[in-house]
């Protein structure tokens, strides 16, 4: 029961890794992120990726450790602030970006998985997403129609995981994961607890463990926080 | 005297029904959540996968994984849930949430909405503001009346759309507009901040409309 597991995230990166590939990745801001794996890709070298995630991280955190080292050729996102330079980058002409409203990012990765190749949304009509794309009218109203996203790997970040590679996340950390877990040629998830099977309870399992082929505990995991808000003790 | 930020979320806030699910944009949407009336319960959604959000944490107490759509560290309550962000997405887009206070840089008289980019000035991007609009029911934008000298509500917006006639109502600290789609003009002035008067609104309002001031 243990053929999923890898010691870390650069083993289980060994032979899935070439250029000019999709990768879509997990996470909403740097919560969530498979950050151990976008470190180990980084320092693989790999270039030319078309990554697709909700926004590039910080500098130099989570996708933005790729935007830093050059290594994305297009980036598919719902949201590209709060990173200064892939916005340099961008502006520059030295990245593509294609902008998708987030709830569509989702809805394609999420058809992707499951063997859906185009969907009809409305999200989008009468704005500069719907350029070039086909409109049609249900029942008086106009809608979008989206095609489907199917990467080469996805990324993800867990809470815990057994070794079959059923996964449960944590809290607003889920955010992405769970769809993108579906939507791969091959995913791997780092996992912040390995558990026993029969430790989680089937009922409470979020990702089954068919989407999952490579599994990496994590020996030390650092979390970052974004925006640090609080409030005074009465 | 115009309203303040904290009177434009107040007035806001009076368009919240006791039982409602209520999505809340970056800015002055985001004091709505302390301004709810006594005696009514509503739960917040935020998109990254959270209904029911509690206030910020105390010092010390911030998780990395609980956090906002605006990336703020918040917390749970007894009524939360959490999910993932297809089925976060369906409950805006299927029409689940009852109401979208959002923030806006331009309106136009038909009910078009700017409020994600400012071409050349901004790498951003619309996140879930496009989706928001195209699902929640009912769509309220607070903003300040002007920027920089210059009308926010418009004929036709120059800015890029977020959504097309998708906003029910506009809030500025100078009045109060309600959206009717299929009638010329749709825009109806229904409220006036203190000692504004109309012919104030009317000539630093760029669109046609009609007063309806009780």
């Given at each position: 029961m243990t053929r999923k597991i890898y010691q870390d995230a650069g083993s289980a990166l060994a032979g899935l890794l070439h250029d000019g590939m999709t990768i879509i990745s997990g996470g909403f801001g740097i919560c969530g992120i498979p950050d151990a794996l976008l470190k180990a890709i980084d320092e693989t070298g790999v270039k030319d990726l078309t990554i697709v995630t909700n926004n590039p991280g910080l500098d130099g955190l989570g996708v933005g450790r790729l935007v830093n080292s050059g290594r994305i050729a297009k980036l598919i996102a719902s949201y590209a602030g709060e990173n200064a330079t892939f916005a340099k980058q961008y502006l520059a002409g030295k990245v593509q970006l294609e902008y998708c409203p987030q709830g569509t990012l989702v809805e394609r990765i999420r058809a992707g998985g499951a063997g859906i190749?185009?969907?009809?949304?409305?999200?989008?009509?009468?704005?500069?997403?719907?350029?070039?794309?086909?409109?049609?009218?249900?029942?008086?109203?106009?809608?979008?129609?989206?095609?489907?996203?199917?990467?080469?790997?996805?990324?993800?970040?867990?809470?815990?995981?057994?070794?079959?590679?059923?996964?449960?996340?944590?809290?607003?950390?889920?955010?992405?994961?769970?769809?993108?877990?579906?939507?791969?040629?091959?995913?791997?998830?780092?996992?912040?607890?390995?558990?026993?099977?029969?430790?989680?309870?089937?009922?409470?399992?979020?990702?089954?463990?068919?989407?999952?082929?490579?599994?990496?505990?994590?020996?030390?995991?650092?979390?970052?926080?974004?925006?640090?808000?609080?409030?005074?003790?009465? | 005297m115009p309203w303040s930020r904290e009177q434009i979320a107040l007035r806001a806030a009076r368009e919240l029904c006791d039982g409602f699910y209520v999505n809340l944009g970056i800015g002055i949407p985001t004091l709505v959540a302390n301004l709810v009336p006594d005696g009514m319960a509503v739960q917040f959604h935020s998109e990254n996968g959270m209904l029911g959000m509690g206030p910020f944490p105390f010092a010390g107490e911030e998780d990395p994984d609980l956090i906002n759509a605006g990336k703020e560290t918040i917390t749970q309550i007894p009524t939360t849930s959490f999910f993932d962000s297809a089925l976060s997405f369906g409950m805006m887009r299927g029409g689940h949430i009852d109401i979208s206070i959002l923030g806006g840089l331009q309106v136009s008289e038909t009910g078009d909405l700017a409020n994600w980019t400012i071409p050349g000035k901004m790498v951003k991007g619309m996140g879930g503001a496009m989706d928001l609009v195209a699902g929640v029911p009912r769509i309220v934008v607070v903003m300040e009346h002007m920027a920089k000298g210059e009308p926010r509500i418009v004929k036709q917006c120059n800015l890029p759309l977020t959504g097309k006639g998708v906003v029910d109502l506009i809030i500025t600290d100078l009045a109060v507009f309600e959206v009717h789609a299929g009638e010329t003009p749709s825009l109806r002035l229904i409220e006036l901040a203190p000692d504004v008067t109309p012919a104030f609104v009317r000539a630093n309002t760029a669109a046609d409309y009609v007063e309806c001031l009780a």
């Open positions: 190749p185009a969907f009809f949304t409305p999200t989008g009509v009468g704005t500069e997403v719907a350029a070039g794309k086909e409109v049609r009218v249900f029942n008086g109203r106009e809608y979008l129609m989206e095609q489907g996203i199917f990467g080469d790997l996805a990324l993800i970040h867990a809470w815990k995981a057994d070794s079959e590679g059923n996964l449960v996340y944590r809290k607003t950390a889920r955010n992405f994961n769970p769809v993108m877990a579906t939507a791969a040629k091959v995913t791997i998830a780092e996992v912040e607890h390995l558990v026993e099977p029969g430790e989680i309870d089937p009922d409470h399992i979020i990702t089954p463990g068919i989407f999952v082929k490579r599994i990496v505990p994590l020996a030390h995991v650092e979390k970052h926080i974004e925006k640090r808000t609080v409030r005074e003790r009465a | -």
